[in-house]
């Protein structure tokens, strides 16, 4: 068991890459910003998550999944999943490949780079047509609004974007 502690952090990150948010399928909690920090002390391993969105109410369910993959890798004995709140997450976080995921299930990515109070524009994830019209701001949860294309005539889902609150 000599394997150096980079290359089972890797092991570990990459096995965090097939874990989904119970919220958004196929988009894994690592391209979701949400991996704060892996620490590994022999067999143990110690996952540092960053919570998304305050009214996605799925943590303990994270919490279950990505303990049960990680404890399938063959040397790891026991993983402990802690969140924390010392760090806020941002829609700023989430990966290249966690937003062309997002467009993929109909779902599009928050607006880069939003500061509070500015219009958001949303792209149509099927057309990326901007000229696209609110439905419904509530959705299907906290984190998703419903909007309507009016280019292609597709419904489809947005997700809100959220600025640290140390952004102005
Ligand atoms: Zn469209």
């Given at each position: 068991m000599n394997m150096n502690v980079d290359k089972k952090v890797n092991e570990i990150r990459a096995v965090l890459k097939?874990?989904?948010d119970p919220e958004l399928p196929a988009v894994s909690v690592l391209d979701l910003g949400m991996v704060n920090d892996v620490q590994i002390e022999n067999q143990h391993v110690y996952v540092k998550m960053v919570p998304t969105f305050?009214?996605?109410?799925a943590l303990d369910l994270i919490e279950r999944d990505v303990k049960l993959a990680v404890e399938e890798?063959?040397?790891?004995?026991n993983c402990d999943v802690r969140f924390t709140f010392d760090v806020p997450w941002s829609t700023?976080?989430?990966t290249e490949n966690g937003k062309e995921q997002l467009k993929k299930h109909g779902i599009s990515p928050p607006p880069e780079d939003y500061h509070p109070g500015d219009e958001w524009t949303v792209n149509c994830p099927?057309?990326?047509?901007?000229y696209t019209s609110m439905?419904?701001?509530?959705?299907?949860?906290?984190?998703r609004s419903i909007l309507y294309c009016s280019a292609c005539r597709n419904p489809f889902e947005a997700m809100k974007p959220v600025v640290s609150v140390t952004k102005s």
């Amino acid at each position: 068991m000599n394997m150096n502690v980079d290359k089972k952090v890797n092991e570990i990150r990459a096995v965090l890459k097939t874990v989904d948010d119970p919220e958004l399928p196929a988009v894994s909690v690592l391209d979701l910003g949400m991996v704060n920090d892996v620490q590994i002390e022999n067999q143990h391993v110690y996952v540092k998550m960053v919570p998304t969105f305050a009214g996605c109410p799925a943590l303990d369910l994270i919490e279950r999944d990505v303990k049960l993959a990680v404890e399938e890798v063959e040397w790891v004995e026991n993983c402990d999943v802690r969140f924390t709140f010392d760090v806020p997450w941002s829609t700023d976080a989430i990966t290249e490949n966690g937003k062309e995921q997002l467009k993929k299930h109909g779902i599009s990515p928050p607006p880069e780079d939003y500061h509070p109070g500015d219009e958001w524009t949303v792209n149509c994830p099927y057309c990326n047509s901007d000229y696209t019209s609110m439905e419904n701001v509530f959705g299907p949860t906290a984190c998703r609004s419903i909007l309507y294309c009016s280019a292609c005539r597709n419904p489809f889902e947005a997700m809100k974007p959220v600025v640290s609150v140390t952004k102005s």
